[in-house]
């Protein structure tokens, strides 16, 4: 029986899976047995279990990407603030905070000098300390208490850090631990719910930046993010397209690269519907 006629009628009989098969007649892998029937001049139809589809060929999308204003220049902005909150960062240890008719009021405690006057009269404290003689006066190391104001909110820098650490999806639970009063009372849940909610802080911030860098923002699904790895290889895809290779040219150079998606690799073999859909992202360089 010959390769052709044995691989029909095994899938009719549906015992064997595709690795089984391509392991029965020693190709390296599926993939391999496609690409190695389809050189032989196999049609379609036997090359493949079921039909494939049409491949998706890149759309054009009448620009490779509009090039945006340099970023540095947002730097000279965000340093300040950078600068800002790192100094009241360090003032955190400096401030006695507590609760009182439903806002939060802070006292910032800072030590200083206190001029030790006990032992002066109403009297002589009017004359001026530069007309008493030093014995009858002297300074103390003691504290001084500044009223820091009084919000519903925990003061600043307090509800910008609490923001910031939450958008960098560091872990909840360690916050909640040391800054809330009564852990017994802490509804993790809810608090996890306001950072990833549907109009969580998360995504409310990523729709801001969206707006502020000029992608004005509809209802409605949103273009899947792309990682590093598969950025990198679509980039290829692309590129490789306009050349005038074919998805499965290219399906091949892909798996032979060691460079290429490494943590796919890790989990599975490439396929040729990867391919196709990292073409169809239609990712390229910006035109400048």
């Not at 391509?22 to 079921?50: C, I, N, R």
């Not at 009241?88 to 006292?107: C, I, P, W």
Request: charged share 30%; proline share 7%; net charge neutral.
């Amino acid at each position: 029986m010959t390769c052709a006629a044995w691989l029909y009628a095994e899938r009719r009989k549906g015992t064997c899976s595709e690795g089984e098969i391509a392991d029965f007649l020693e190709f390296q892998s599926v993939e391999h047995m496609y690409h190695q029937l389809k050189g032989w001049g196999f049609p379609d139809w036997l090359v493949y279990p079921t039909p494939p589809k049409a491949p998706r060929e890149p759309r054009s999308s009448g620009s490779q990407g509009d090039l945006l204003p340099s970023r540095d220049r947002a730097q000279e902005l965000f340093r300040p603030l950078v600068a800002a909150l790192q100094y009241g960062l360090e003032q955190l240890d400096l401030r006695q905070e507590y609760r009182q008719g439903g806002r939060f009021v802070s006292v910032d405690v800072q030590t200083a000098s206190v001029l030790d006057a006990r032992n002066l009269t109403c009297e002589a404290l009017k004359k001026g300390l530069k007309k008493l003689p030093k014995g009858d006066y002297d300074w103390r190391e003691g504290t001084a208490e500044f009223p820091g104001g009084a919000s519903p909110w925990p003061p600043e820098p307090l509800t910008t850090l609490i923001a910031l650490y939450a958008l960098v999806e560091e872990p909840l639970k360690p916050l909640v631990e040391v800054l809330h009063p009564d852990l017994s009372r802490a509804d993790l849940k809810r608090i996890e719910k306001y950072v990833e909610g549907k109009d969580g802080l998360r995504r409310r911030a990523r729709q801001l930046a969206a707006s502020v860098c000029g992608w004005e923002i509809d209802r409605g699904r949103y273009p899947e993010e792309i990682d590093r790895e598969r950025h990198n290889a679509a980039l290829y895809v692309t590129r490789r397209t306009q050349e005038g290779a074919s998805y499965e040219d290219i399906l091949h150079e892909l798996q032979a690269a060691p460079g290429f998606l490494k943590e796919m690799k890790k989990r599975r073999n490439i396929t040729l519907e990867d391919v196709e859909n990292l073409g169809a992202l239609r990712l390229g360089s910006p035109e400048r």
